[in-house]
């Protein structure tokens, strides 16, 4: 066993992609006696303490890997311990070893809410293309196929407050009406304006224009229209999904990239604020926003800014003013509180 083995086995990490992330991840976690099993099977012996020297040594000496870029002897000996408020639980595996890459979303939303707002949005899209679809086929038929005949005004609705009809924001006004094709009587509501539903009476016919394939598909004649409302709500709904997802990917890209360049440092909560729409949870109050602090990792300069994100740290156990948060630093204007 010698302190040049534990040398010569961290040279060879820095060019062995998979040992070297391996290695990367122990020295975050201040793991030598599993730096001294992965040197067992390359074939180097060393004690635990001769691979922390030489890790102190390497960082003196050698340029340290791409995914060590910015991380000294001090940074790798972060305790999680020494740590008293986590915004994401799951960084405190990252400070272990025991996660490939840290959340760095404190000022954006985490995977699963992009997962949810995805869901939700594709899920509105489809419904309002179902409605597209089948109205379109209806209008079709209709135009191209349909044909008058003679129906009976039985029941006038009139729905009070803010409703959006095909017609515009406000009341709603239905009109049912009744036709006989072939002996069948068919019955059919149909959204109508406030004019034609104050100059219409019960008992009053009307013309309607049916399918004869399917009367059950039927409107007021002259009313026949294609529904582009459908399929404007659903263009905007999808164009929303196609957002969400380009952001999410975006962001998990922009959280790779910076992991394997960061910096970790300690830094304090020096005030907390909770927006008013912010509603406080049974078990105490809770802060919506953070205001923090750190030192740059060259200590030449002391960040002091506003960290808010609701949606986490409404999940979290409640922070308190002086405890020690965890900073991700890539410069000035990429930093996350861990």
């Avoid at 961290?10 to 070297?20: C, G, R, S, T, Y």
């Amino acid at each position: 066993m010698s302190q040049e083995s534990a040398q010569q086995f961290l040279e060879v990490a820095q060019n062995d992609k998979i040992l070297h992330k391996a290695v990367h991840q122990c020295v975050l976690a201040r793991d030598a006696e599993t730096l001294v099993k992965l040197g067992e099977r390359r074939g180097f012996e060393f004690t635990s303490l001769e691979i922390k020297q030489a890790v102190v040594n390497f960082w003196e000496q050698t340029p340290a890997p791409k995914d060590w870029q910015g991380l000294d002897i001090d940074t790798a000996r972060l305790d999680p311990d020494g740590v008293d408020f986590f915004l994401h639980r799951a960084n405190r595996d990252y400070l272990l070893g025991k996660r490939r890459v840290p959340i760095l979303r404190h000022r954006g939303m985490l995977n699963r809410h992009y997962v949810v707002l995805t869901i939700i949005a594709s899920g509105l899209t489809l419904f309002f293309g179902w409605g597209y679809y089948v109205s379109q086929n209806d209008y079709i038929e209709l135009r191209d196929h349909g044909v008058t005949t003679t129906g009976e005004v039985i029941h006038l609705h009139k729905q009070s407050g803010f409703r959006f009809s095909r017609y515009s924001p406000g009341p709603s006004y239905d009109m049912t009406y009744e036709f006989t094709v072939n002996g069948v009587d068919y019955r059919q509501r149909q959204n109508i304006s406030s004019e034609r539903f104050e100059a219409t009476q019960i008992g009053q016919f009307v013309e309607i224009l049916y399918s004869p394939s399917d009367p059950s598909v039927s409107v007021l004649d002259g009313t026949n229209s294609s529904p582009l409302l459908f399929f404007v709500i659903a263009l905007a709904f999808g164009a929303i999904a196609g957002l969400i997802v380009g952001k999410g990917f975006y962001d998990y890209r922009l959280e790779v990239a910076c992991s394997k360049q960061g910096t970790l440092v300690l830094g304090e909560i020096i005030g907390l604020k909770q927006d008013k729409y912010v509603l406080a949870r049974r078990d105490g109050f809770h802060a919506n926003t953070l205001e923090v602090a750190f030192d740059s990792p060259n200590k030449e300069q002391k960040i002091t800014d506003s960290v808010r994100h609701g949606w986490s740290l409404s999940r979290q156990y409640a922070p308190h003013k002086g405890d020690t948060i965890a900073i991700f630093y890539v410069d000035a204007e990429h930093w996350w509180v861990l």
